[in-house]
């Protein structure tokens, strides 16, 4: 018996979603999370041009890897912050 679409349910297989409110001041609408757990060497792809590699795992912090198209931009969430303040002024 088929499931349905294999891509939809590979999506959730091994994720829990959760519902995740708009902080205030943020321009986008409630969003959903989607908590997975990766162990070193695994990875987590967005779309076809992102890829999240787990690099390693010490003292309770984890890096990561990860791969985008150049006109992406990847930042920690304190950077952009305080480049979203900086263009702000």
């Known amino acids: 018996m088929s499931r349905g ?12 979603p959760v519902r995740h409110d708009a902080e205030p001041g943020d321009n986008t609408e409630d969003k959903t999370m989607l908590i997975l757990q990766r ?3 695994e ?7 992102i890829e999240i590699l787990v690099v390693d795992l010490e003292g309770g912090k984890v890096r990561l890897g990860i791969t985008a198209p150049l006109e992406v ?17």
């Open 5 to 16: 679409n294999g891509a939809a349910r590979s999506r959730m297989i091994g994720a829990d």
């Open 39 to 41: 162990k070193v060497g």
């Open 43 to 49: 990875s987590v792809l967005i779309g076809r041009e």
């Open 73 to 89: 931009s990847v930042h920690r969430e304190e950077i952009f912050r305080a480049i979203e303040e900086d263009n702000a002024e």
